[in-house]
């Protein structure tokens, strides 16, 4: 059955990966962004040349309620409803515990935890009344807390806790579940050979994950998943095996 899914910060990395392998399942696909337009539009442009008006793109602040509320708006009316949110937006980026600004905190608990939260509740009624679901990327850091990024830790950590919140209170009118990634991609800010080779040498697998790794999962919680909520699959090769 063709859902119509839409996916927070979807123009690249995770979040591309999920639109292009839930709009090959035939899926209607909303891309949201903020500051990767050109990725955003090329991806739409890529999935519209595959099935016409399948697939279209806007641009919000997530942490501008207004824009938040307007992306939620477009979203509903693009397709006539949403069934499925992938609340995948992250921002992620280290914090000196004793040297962390209002402003790094309010953009990390914003991104991370109050716009999935407050995207939800805007879109509850249409998840509801099309028995949708919402997947949250979550991060396997929020229970295994990363060294100098404390705040994007506690921001993930509320995330898992609010996809277990949620399921009770949505109950048999929203699924909701997440996706806990391990190493799939390496930080846009870089690390050294040494640190990479650090991190693959504590995973089971031994290898990188990539991001069709989590595209996988999240489709088979919203399509092969009617009963489970409240769950987060942890996708890491094994990763936490060894901490």
């Given amino acids: 059955m063709q859902k119509n899914i839409l996916i927070t910060g979807a123009a690249k990395r995770i979040g591309a990966a999920c639109a292009r392998l839930l709009h090959a399942q035939g899926h209607n696909i909303f891309i949201h962004y903020r500051h990767s337009k050109t990725e955003a539009e090329n991806l739409c442009a890529e999935l519209n040349a595959i ?3 399948s697939t279209r793109c806007y641009a919000a602040n997530l942490l501008n309620m207004a824009e938040l509320k307007q992306l939620a708006n477009e979203a509903e009316h693009a397709w006539n409803g949403i069934d499925v949110l992938i609340n995948n937006a992250s921002s992620f980026y280290p914090t000196d515990v004793l040297n962390t600004s209002e402003a790094q905190w309010d953009e990390l608990l914003g991104s991370n935890l109050k716009a999935p939260f407050f995207l939800t509740t ?3 009624d249409s998840l509801a009344a099309r028995k949708g679901c919402i997947v949250n990327i979550i991060d396997i850091h929020a ?6 990024y404390a705040v994007y830790c506690i921001a993930k950590a509320g995330l898992a806790m609010l996809t277990k919140t949620l399921a009770k209170e949505f109950g048999d009118q929203i699924r909701v579940n997440g996706v806990a990634p391990g190493a799939i991609l390496w930080h846009e800010q870089g690390q050294s050979e040494q640190q990479q080779a650090e991190i693959l040498q504590r995973i089971a697998l031994n290898r990188q994950g990539k991001p069709e790794d989590i595209a996988k999962a999240v489709a088979f919680l919203i ?5 489970m909520t409240g769950q987060i699959l942890t996708v890491d090769g094994g990763r936490t095996l060894f901490y």
């Fill in 51 to 53: 099935r016409t008006d």
């Fill in 122 to 124: 805007a879109l509850a």
């Fill in 143 to 148: 229970e295994r807390g990363l060294k100098n």
């Fill in 223 to 227: 399509n092969d998943a009617d009963y």
